[in-house]
């Protein structure tokens, strides 16, 4: 400290020094703090401020860790998947081959299994069908077949409703009591009982230590862990203590704040399962939805932050200790300096020059300390740096290490990082590309919709994703699966683009396989339609023969009745032929008989027809009566036939000639169960099956109305093991010749197939009742055909006034009788027994304005003579008479429809005969007058 005194005479001490001012070290020292505490806490602000970018250069870098393990999930799922959906298309499957199949799905799960930690279950194969039944399971012995129904769990019944994969979240089988995550693929079975859906499903089921190799690859600090969470949060595994966590959901704020987007950092202040506070980063798996965490204590993130605030805090304070020793030093040395001025010494007050030499030892230690301060300070940041560096060595070793080719670019797209597996793999070192970029490896077709895309992202900021094909160091290009993410700061910019390529070339090249397979399939699928389609055709034909021979003897005797009516009939107006009134009396007994046998005949006709079904309004009551009749003669003496259906019932929709054929076969049946004698009992009742309740009817029935046949016998019935088999085709009880166990199968096809149902009702001792379904009608049956018309009363020209008519027919009987009645119509007739001798006819000079012809006869048939005659004579029209209906009556139909010729079903009425004759003759004077 310094002193002054006033001297006579003499000037202040010190220049400008004013009584009472503060000695010199005090205004060093207050000058020092004045620099030294902004110094200290600007270093403090700038620590923290470096903190801040520090933390979120580590937190986006545990972001950009867990998109990489969140992709690696996604692999293996896509990798099980892979092979599932490359089973679906195996030739055995598709077969029916089910022990081929077992071997198939073994091998399989051994590919899947391979890498798997010892001790840990293996992964699991089945084949499960639509309706929960499993097929097949490689946890079964091989060769083993089980009727076991699997759980319906949420992944498996959606799997099978939409018929597309689906991935379980964490679950635990009852039988096995231990964590699984499965994987389930549709698989459509040609030989199942799918109806445009799948037929069943292949449901891989691994064990979740599967994901373990992804955990293991995060390579974090020892104090951080890693987990794989399901889509509810629940923990599947864990880098620490994972056997305690396993099925453990996360806290409902962490949950929360993932389900919030697709990757980031969960706010601070959350905690681990074992409670300790931690910053978490989190990414979701783009196609399973699956999440990765990684958890860092905060401890971690705030143990470098408390120490370099500390050692900031102690710096300063030494500075400023350090600043005050300097300034007391200054200030001693000056006023030493004073004091050995020998004009000087007197002034100064007792014991100041004393206290002067404590500070003349001291040096300049203060700035010693100061510098070593800032090289602690410097230390700190280059510590720091080599923190930042080492980070950036781990990721570079993660991303070598990961089996994808991994690389980074920046917001402008230009990559800057390549991993060891991308260059392994094309090749390329020291980034001396070939064309001058990237680009140049990828095959000339993709680059343009592969630089759309990127441009796209990033001028959207939308994650990449795309296949394209990139050349291998060999110069072969193989498919590549390339997906990227932009890391975004605080403010929302991308300042950075992560992504990875990986080579997809096996999965593309069965998916080309799975698509030739399933187009194979597909064509396979066809024939075996049109195989079955036609297989059913012949058995209908066959049901329809079978009918037609058990209604044979009643057939021969209806005939027999109609013969014997027809002739005893003509040898009675033989004898008598004066007798008029008997004569018209008789002749009307013998067109009635006639008639019977032209519906017997249709009868037949339809029995035997083939082609598809033909619905129409059925009269219920008509159709059980005139199959009274029928069946009366059929099924013999000792069966007592009866029809009970209520007055009022509306017509029923069906093919009439198809049911007809299946009452027939119904009726035999009850027939053989009753040994020739029982009561046989028709019915008809109206249903009405309610929207709300169907209970007491028919699984297959929906809602509405029906009519509902019955056949009810008083035969043995049948016990519950043949009725459950009833049905089923070729089942049959009878024994060998008699049956073919088609009838019950092919009722029960067309009850079906014509939008109803069929029922059997048995008991042994107490017959049997099949109950037909058939929906309801909304228009009326046709009616019956009116009478025929006799012929057209003419008037009898002068024979060279007639119409000239060319009569063919190889029947000399049905010729003769034909011409009669033609010539009693008022037309000249001219006949033929053959096609040739009516060509020859035309040829000798014969003009006939009319050809009527036979179909079928010898040589050449009724429509071959019409286009010979046609071609011969333009214009000259033609009716065409058949007794039966083939495939040359259905190509004569087209020309019925295109006015070349009529078509007549024999036997013909006289009068219709003419009526035709009489249309067809007007119609060509018609077209030659326009002519």
Do not use: C
Request: charged share 20%; proline share 6%; hydrophobic share 45%.
């Amino acid at each position: 400290m310094i002193f002054s005194r006033k001297i006579p005479g003499a000037q202040p001490v010190g220049p400008g020094r004013k009584p009472g001012a503060p000695p010199l070290s005090w205004q060093l020292m207050l000058l020092v703090s004045a620099v030294a505490l902004p110094l200290t806490l600007f270093s403090a602000g700038s620590i923290w401020s470096q903190y801040g970018e520090d933390r979120e250069r580590a937190e986006a870098q545990l972001v950009a860790q867990a998109r990489t393990l969140a992709q690696l999930v996604d692999q293996e799922f896509e990798r099980t998947r892979a092979v599932a959906q490359t089973l679906t298309a195996s030739a055995a499957l598709g077969r029916g081959d089910l022990d081929a199949f077992d071997r198939e799905l073994r091998a399989a799960r051994d590919l899947l299994s391979a890498g798997l930690p010892n001790g840990v279950s293996p992964v699991m194969l089945r084949l499960v069908r639509l309706d929960g039944m499993k097929l097949l399971d490689t946890a079964w012995p091989p060769g083993v077949r089980r009727t076991e129904r699997v759980p319906m769990l949420p992944h498996l019944a959606a799997a099978l409703a939409s018929g597309r994969v689906e991935i379980s979240d964490l679950f635990v089988p009852r039988k096995l009591n231990l964590p699984f995550i499965s994987v389930v693929v549709p698989v459509f079975l040609p030989w199942g009982q799918a109806e445009g859906r799948a037929g069943a499903v292949i449901g891989v089921t691994l064990p979740r230590e599967r994901f373990a190799s992804v955990v293991s690859a995060a390579g974090l600090p020892a104090a951080s862990l890693a987990s794989v969470q399901d889509r509810r949060g629940m923990t599947v595994v864990r880098s620490y203590r994972d056997g305690e966590t396993v099925g453990r959901v996360i806290s409902p704020e962490a949950l929360s704040a993932i389900m919030g987007g697709e990757a980031g950092v969960v706010p601070s202040g959350l905690r681990t399962l074992e409670g300790v506070p931690s910053a978490m980063a989190f990414a979701h798996a783009p196609d399973s939805d699956y999440t990765v965490m990684l958890e860092l204590p905060e401890d971690v993130f705030q143990a470098p932050l408390r120490r370099t605030l500390l050692r900031s805090l102690l710096t300063g304070g030494v500075i400023l200790a350090m600043g005050l020793m300097v300034a007391l030093l200054v200030a001693g040395r000056v006023v030493s300096a004073l004091g050995r001025v020998p004009w000087l010494a007197p002034l100064a007050p007792p014991g100041a020059l004393a206290e002067v030499g404590r500070f003349r030892t001291t040096g300049m230690r203060e700035a010693d300390t100061l510098a070593q301060a800032l090289s602690v300070q410097l230390g700190e940041r280059q510590r720091a740096e080599r923190a930042l560096r080492d980070s950036e060595a781990r990721f570079r070793t993660l991303a070598d290490a990961m089996p994808q080719m991994v690389w980074s670019a920046d917001p402008d797209g230009r990559h800057t990082y390549f991993n060891a597996r991308w260059h392994a793999f094309t090749g390329i070192v020291g980034g001396q590309f070939p064309g001058g970029d990237w680009l140049s490896l990828v095959h000339p077709e993709d680059r343009e919709r592969l630089t759309a895309r990127w441009r796209h992202s990033l001028e959207t900021g939308e994650p990449y994703e795309m296949e394209y094909r990139l050349r291998r160091h060999d110069g072969v290009h193989r498919w590549a699966l390339a997906r990227a993410l932009p890391m975004r700061d605080a403010a929302g910019r991308i300042v950075q683009w992560f992504g990875s390529s990986t080579d997809i070339e096996e999965i593309v090249r069965a998916r080309e396989v799975m698509a030739r397979s399933r187009l194979e399939l597909e064509q396979q699928v066809e024939a075996r339609t049109r195989a079955l389609d036609a297989a059913r055709a012949e058995l209908a034909q066959a049901q329809r023969m079978e009918a037609l021979g058990k209604l044979a003897g009643g057939i021969a005797h209806d005939f027999n009745n109609v013969l014997q009516a027809v002739q005893g009939g003509a040898a009675l107006i033989e004898r008598r032929p004066d007798d008029a009134e008997r004569v018209r009396r008789l002749g009307r007994m013998i067109l009635e008989a006639s008639g019977r046998g032209m519906t017997i005949t249709r009868r037949l006709l339809s029995f035997a027809r083939r082609g598809d079904l033909r619905a129409e309004p059925v009269d219920a009551a008509m159709l059980l009566g005139n199959m009274r009749e029928m069946l009366a003669h059929t099924l013999g003496s000792g069966v007592e036939v009866r029809v009970h259906v209520p007055p009022g019932l509306p017509p029923l929709l069906a093919d009439q000639g198809q049911l007809e054929t299946v009452l027939v076969n119904l009726a035999t049946n009850a027939r053989d169960a009753m040994a020739g004698h029982g009561l046989l009992v028709l019915g008809a009742a109206e249903d009405v099956v309610p929207a709300e309740s169907a209970a007491g009817y028919p699984a297959r029935l929906a809602a509405g109305r029906y009519l509902r046949l019955s056949v009810a016998d008083t035969g043995s019935g049948m016990d519950p093991e043949t009725l459950a088999r009833a049905s089923e085709p070729f089942f049959t009880t009878k024994l060998v010749g008699k049956g073919t166990g088609l009838g019950l199968s092919m009722a029960k096809g067309f009850a079906e197939q014509s939008g109803g149902a069929l029922v059997i009702e048995s008991a042994p001792g107490r017959g049997t009742q099949v109950a037909l379904w058939f929906p309801v009608s909304s228009e009326a049956p046709a009616g019956r055909e009116a009478a025929e018309p006799g012929p057209p009363a003419l008037p009898l020209l002068p024979p060279e006034e007639r119409r000239r008519i060319l009569l063919v027919d190889d029947e000399a009987l049905v010729r003769s009788l034909l011409a009669e009645q033609l010539e009693a119509a008022g037309y000249a007739v001219s006949v033929a027994g053959s096609g040739a001798a009516a060509l020859e006819m035309v040829e000798q000079g014969a003009a006939p304005e009319l050809l009527v012809s036979d179909l079928s006869m010898p040589g050449m048939d009724g429509l071959a003579l019409i286009q010979e005659m046609q071609r011969r004579r333009p214009g000259l029209p033609a009716v065409l008479l058949t007794g039966f209906v083939t495939n040359a009556a259905e190509i004569a139909m087209g020309g019925a429809l295109d006015g070349s010729f009529s078509l007549l079903s024999k036997p013909v009425d006289a009068g219709r005969l003419a009526d035709r004759i009489a249309v067809m003759l007007e119609a060509a004077d018609g077209r030659a007058a326009v002519e």
